[in-house]
């Protein structure tokens, strides 16, 4: 699967160590946090277009809330729909101009003309 240009991955300082790297519930011996396996930061990964779409289907409920990141995945989205639209609509008027009014009512009597024989048949 390829990755998403939504895709992102946040660090953030693991909460069981506080950012320590180590588990310190004993304080003669220092072992790495279960957690964060000694690093002291975990890794979230996240896509923001679903989050944002998330939140807004949540109608309130989400325990998630939209950030400027999630705003600009969505505005981003919504470029990338209304350039692929317009794409569509040019190559809808270069189909339209490529048919004269003529070859249009030629068309339209052959395939009306192959439907009646293939009911026919």
């Not at 693991?14 to 890794?43: F, V």
């Not at 600009?72 to 339209?96: G, K, M, P, V, W």
Request: aromatic content about 10%.
């Amino acid at each position: 699967m390829t990755p998403d240009k939504y895709d992102i991955t946040d660090t953030l300082t693991c909460e069981s160590c506080a950012g320590q790297g180590y588990d310190w519930s004993d304080k003669w011996e220092y072992d790495p946090c279960t957690e964060c396996q000694g690093t002291g930061r975990l890794q979230y990964k996240h896509n923001l277009l679903k989050e944002a779409f998330f939140v807004a289907n949540q109608d309130g409920r989400a325990r998630l809330h939209i950030d400027h990141r999630h705003l600009q995945a969505l505005i981003s989205h919504f470029n990338d729909l209304l350039s692929e639209l317009t794409q569509i609509e040019q190559e809808a008027q270069q189909i339209d101009e490529f048919f004269t009014p003529e070859a249009r009512a030629t068309l339209t009597a052959a395939v009306t003309d192959m439907l009646q024989r293939q009911d026919k048949g």
